[in-house]
């Protein structure tokens, strides 16, 4: 894949998760936050509604101008909430009778500093900022002559509860917050970047593998065609020679066109499989029957090449299989065996019961495989002797094949050396 639309892939993926974290972090922390607000003040609020309904059951709110009410005191609540009475100018009302100066300071700093507006006149309790501290404040409206205090008629009351501390505690939690979810946004901002990452990595992976193959395929492709490509010119040069003149060009020819059939069907069961195109359909077998059965023609072939086929069957019950699978996977591990083994070895085929699984072995005194070629023999087109491979007619898929209906069967697939020299694969499925 491009590096570039690698990047943009990434970049883009990236993004989408940091912005889907960032939307969810918010709406987190704004819920959290409105929940514990709501929550804080639902006390004081209470407080100035049970002082509000208190004021009003002894019927001295106005709703009118025209209201008149003989006057008389307003009644302590046993509330947190205060009042503060007005003129009608504004002016808050203090007793200014006392004789004590420094008890006058602050009332007549309050009486300086709080002026009661028109916009305190609210239908629930607001948050302000009054002489330095915080109150939550409902404004009232007396009727005319209905309250009277330290000589003066009040037209106004501010009903309010100190919420100074709550508010000290509320911009700590803010801050709180903030700094939490700013962690967290970082870890967010690392986690959307390894997430985009990791899940990058399959789209890259399998894009290479389709280039690969893709790749190794026209390889493969490309040499058998230009063999039969060069004989059948060679052969029209020649267009009065016999059938018997020219059959050595022939045999060659169809040995690639063999060739070619079995590259095309090996890269179609592959590309099957890698699509779930291709079920596996397990039944009931007889294992020692099964493999007999498998096993009986190469043993002909081997004998005819001066090489040993045996077969030990250890299985004293009947096993889940696919019977057409598992016999392509053996066809595939007996075929490679005599192929790499030289005359006089000897291939064992060897099944039996371990630990809930179906063992089923193919051992040669063959070649063998080195350390290296054994992390990527199952690998597609991989050949450790190419050229040794293609005078046997091998595509390098073969393996690859054998890993997948292994893979398909829910099994494992191992490569080990043979004591003291060959190759075993051993399959491991579960019964």
């Known amino acids: 894949m491009p590096s570039i639309i690698n990047k943009k892939q990434q970049v883009r993926g990236f993004i989408w998760l940091l912005a889907s974290f960032f939307v969810i972090f918010s709406i987190l922390a704004g819920v959290i936050f409105l929940s514990y607000t709501r929550t804080v003040f639902q006390s004081a609020d209470n407080a100035i509604n049970q002082s509000i309904n208190m004021y009003d059951g002894q019927g001295l709110l106005s709703t009118s101008e025209n209201d008149v009410k003989k006057s008389q005191p307003i ?38 500093t709080v002026k009661f507006k028109s916009s305190l006149m609210v239908d629930k309790a607001e948050t302000r900022k009054i002489a330095g501290n915080y109150y939550r404040v409902v404004g009232v409206k007396f009727k005319k002559n209905a309250v009277k205090i330290y000589g003066t008629t009040a037209a106004n009351g501010l009903i309010m509860v100190n919420v100074t501390d709550t508010m000290i505690n509320l911009a700590h939690f803010k801050k709180v917050l903030f700094w939490s979810f700013g962690l967290f946004g970082l870890l967010a901002v690392l986690v959307s970047y390894i997430i985009s990452r990791f899940n990058m990595r399959p789209i890259l992976k399998s894009w290479q593998q389709q280039q690969d193959f893709v790749n190794n395929a026209a ?24 059938v018997r003149d020219q059959s050595n060009a022939i045999i060659l020819s169809l040995s690639e066109v063999r060739r070619l059939t079995s590259l095309t069907n090996n890269m179609l069961t ?31 072939m081997a004998q005819f090449d001066g090489k040993t086929v045996t077969l030990d069957v250890d299985v004293g019950q009947d096993v889940l299989i696919d019977q057409k699978r598992i016999h392509q996977l053996l066809v595939l591990l007996l075929d490679n065996a005599l192929k790499y083994s030289d005359e006089g070895a000897t291939v064992a085929v060897t099944a039996g019961i371990e630990k809930k699984k179906f063992i089923l072995s193919v051992a040669d005194t063959g070649r063998g495989i080195s350390d290296e070629a054994k992390k990527h023999v199952f690998d597609r087109f991989y050949r450790e002797d190419k050229t040794g491979n293609r005078e046997t007619g091998g595509t390098g898929l073969g393996l690859s094949i054998a890993e997948w209906v292994v893979q398909a069967h829910g099994g494992k697939i191992t490569v080990l050396d043979n004591i003291p020299q060959g190759t075993i694969f051993r399959i491991a499925l579960p019964l």
Request: aromatic share 6%; net charge positive.
């Open 219 to 242: 390889h493969e492709l490309r040499t058998p065609m230009a063999v039969i490509q060069g004989k059948l010119e060679n052969m029209l040069m020649k267009p009065e020679a016999t």
């Open 270 to 300: 592959l590309a099957k499989s890698g699509s779930n195109m291709t079920k596996i359909e397990k039944k009931p077998t007889n294992v020692s029957e099964f493999l007999s059965n498998i096993i009986a023609p190469y043993e002909e």
């Open 75 to 112: 009644e302590n609540s046993n509330t947190r909430a205060n009042i503060w009475l007005f003129d009608k100018k504004g002016k808050l009302i203090i007793d200014d009778t006392t004789t004590d100066p420094q008890q006058m300071v602050l009332p007549k700093f309050l009486q300086k």
